[in-house]
Every structure is written in structure tokens, then in C-alpha cells.
């Protein structure tokens, strides 16, 4: 039931994520969840370039709204070994000042193949 409350406010999100840029469909390949409420993914695919300073992964705001749901549906998916597209919007700041960024996740879909 967990899992499906969570979808919800996945799918909910993706009113604001108009402007986002999505992956092809691909696989979560690691995730790194951080004391901070800042959680990596990586994936197979490419990941659209946000003009950011990292561009090798992903990154979830746990504060964001969905946030907690967006990095459940991301261990589920590597877990279970799903498909999923990956929305992007914009940089996160993921270091000290402005020293680090990458591209924030505003959406994830899980698919069933």
C-alpha cells in the first residue's frame, strides 16, 4: 500500500515538471542516499545536461515535495531491476557553496519492462 501512496505523489508531481527533461527509458545502476537529504542516482543512459558541474548522476532533494517518495520509487526500481525515466530540472547543490552541482530529479517513472 506503501508503494502505491507514493506513486500518487509522484504522479502528482508531474504537474510541475512540464519543463523537465527526461532520460530514455534505463536502469537505476546505484543509488548513494547521504545524511544530508541529498540522494545520487546513477543510471545506465544518459542523463540530460543541466549546464551542472557533475553530469554523471542524478540527484533527489529529500525535502523537495515527493521527495521521500521519489527515492523510494528509485530503490524499488534497483531493486526489482525495472525500466525507468528520469525527469530533470535545473542544478542542485550538492557540495559546499556552489562547488558542486548536478541535475535535480523532479520525476520518476517506473515501468514494467
Known amino acids: 500500500m506503501k508503494i502505491y501512496s ?3 505523489s509522484i504522479f ?15 536502469y537505476i545502476e546505484s543509488v548513494e542516499t ?3 537529504g541529498f540522494h545520487s542516482i546513477w543510471l ?3 542523463i540530460p545536461s543541466q ?3 557533475l553530469s ?3 540527484v533527489i532533494d529529500e525535502q523537495d515535495i515527493g521527495g ?3 527515492l523510494s520509487a528509485s530503490l524499488t526500481a534497483l531493486s526489482t531491476g525495472k525500466k525507468v525515466v528520469i525527469g530533470v530540472s535545473g542544478c542542485a547543490n550538492i557540495g559546499v557553496g556552489n562547488l558542486l552541482t548536478a541535475p535535480k530529479v523532479v520525476k520518476i517513472q517506473l515501468n514494467k519492462s
Open 6 to 8: 507514493n506513486l500518487i
Open 12 to 26: 502528482l508531481l508531474m504537474s510541475t515538471t512540464a519543463l523537465a527533461e527526461n532520460t530514455n527509458q534505463t
Open 34 to 36: 547521504i545524511y544530508t
Open 44 to 46: 545506465t543512459g544518459a
Open 51 to 53: 549546464g551542472c558541474t
Open 56 to 58: 554523471d548522476r542524478a
Open 68 to 70: 521521500k517518495a521519489q
